[in-house]
């Protein structure tokens, strides 16, 4: 069993997690979350998204947030389209992130355009970025599974990540949206991805737990040779446009159970609980996650 020695957690709760919160979070709690999440060991993260307020109104203060977040680390900003990208430049952000789906079905509710029209219309957008020296993530939805059109063909999403890396970019953020991926599933995607993609792409896997099989996929995707996840303290997050899918993987769950396993992640689980305290009572639902509800039993007796 080949498992790796350190991983890399991709914070993605501030943005990922909080888009589709009910209870409108203010920029300056959000700032505060963000701090205490970096404070806790994160060198990665997912700070906002320049999105339409009129469809994600959680996102309406990406501006103030960004303003009072930026440091040496890596902090993503979701950008959808060309005016979102633009808006991210202006920000003065260094790492952008765009996405779309492998289905054609979810990309259109999603951003009213097939794959093909988003990819061809992000190709200029990620290749004048990269002109210009930005870290581009490509963020790939319904990798897995599609809410609308169900088992999605693996090579599809090979095909897309392959276009993705002609275009230059970084990272390729491999998501399982709706929480249907098993394990075998998994370990045969990110096996055939890291047999055909090149060695300098990075590959980070997304799950969602909304079968409850978000460990186990990223117990099979480290096997595949998978070392990046991206996680959500609390287990916060659901997107507003794929029907059923719960939170992402709570940040502290993955963090203990590799811990155990013996594998460096550079988090320090207890600032991490604290993050996830700190956000917990401005949310429209508790905070689920194994590790949390642990924590906050033991502190109550």
């Known amino acids: 069993m080949e498992l790796p020695e350190r991983v890399a957690l991709i914070e993605v709760g501030p943005r990922d997690g909080l888009q589709n919160?009910?209870?409108?979070?203010?920029?300056?709690?959000?700032?505060?979350?963000?701090?205490?999440?970096?404070?806790?060991?994160?060198?990665e993260m997912e700070l906002t998204s320049f999105v339409s307020p009129?469809?994600?109104?959680?996102?309406?203060?990406?501006?103030?947030?960004?303003?009072?977040?930026?440091?040496?680390?890596?902090?993503?900003?979701?950008?959808?389209?060309?005016?979102?990208?633009?808006?991210?430049?202006e920000s003065g952000v260094k790492h952008i992130a765009v996405f779309v789906g492998v289905s054609n079905s979810f990309n259109k509710k999603n951003i009213n355009k097939s794959t093909e029209e988003?990819?061809?219309?992000?190709?200029?957008?990620?290749?004048?970025?990269?002109r210009k020296g930005y870290f581009v993530r490509a963020c790939i939805s319904t990798s897995f599974y599609c809410p609308f059109e169900g088992k999605v063909d693996?090579?599809?999403?090979?095909?897309?990540?392959?276009?993705?890396?002609?275009?230059?970019?970084?990272?390729?953020?491999?998501?399982?949206?709706?929480g249907m991926a098993n394990p075998k599933e998994c370990y045969e995607l990110f096996t055939l991805l890291k047999h055909h993609l090149r060695a300098t792409t990075l590959i980070t896997a997304h799950f969602h737990d909304t079968r409850g099989m978000a460990l186990a996929n990223i117990f099979a995707s480290m096997q595949a040779g998978i070392d990046r996840f991206d996680t959500s303290a609390g287990g916060l997050g659901g997107c507003?446009?794929?029907?059923?899918?719960?939170?992402?993987?709570?940040?502290?769950?993955v963090v203990y159970m590799l811990t155990q396993m013996g594998i460096s992640t550079g988090i320090h689980l207890d600032k991490l609980l604290e993050a996830a305290a700190y956000i917990s009572p401005l949310?429209?639902?508790?905070?689920a996650s194994k590790q949390f509800k642990l924590h906050q039993n033991i502190e109550q007796k």
């Open 154 to 178: 693996e090579y599809e999403v090979l095909k897309v990540c392959q276009e993705f890396e002609e275009m230059g970019v970084d990272e390729l953020s491999v998501a399982d949206t709706i």
């Open 21 to 43: 919160e009910k209870n409108f979070i203010p920029a300056k709690n959000k700032i505060e979350f963000i701090s205490l999440l970096k404070d806790a060991g994160f060198q």
């Open 240 to 253: 507003p446009f794929a029907p059923g899918a719960s939170g992402n993987v709570a940040s502290e769950d």
């Open 283 to 287: 949310l429209s639902k508790p905070v």
């Open 118 to 130: 988003s990819m061809n219309e992000l190709r200029p957008q990620i290749e004048e970025l990269k």
């Open 54 to 89: 009129k469809w994600v109104p959680q996102m309406k203060d990406a501006g103030e947030v960004i303003g009072n977040c930026l440091d040496d680390s890596r902090n993503f900003v979701l950008a959808p389209n060309k005016k979102g990208i633009e808006m991210a430049v």
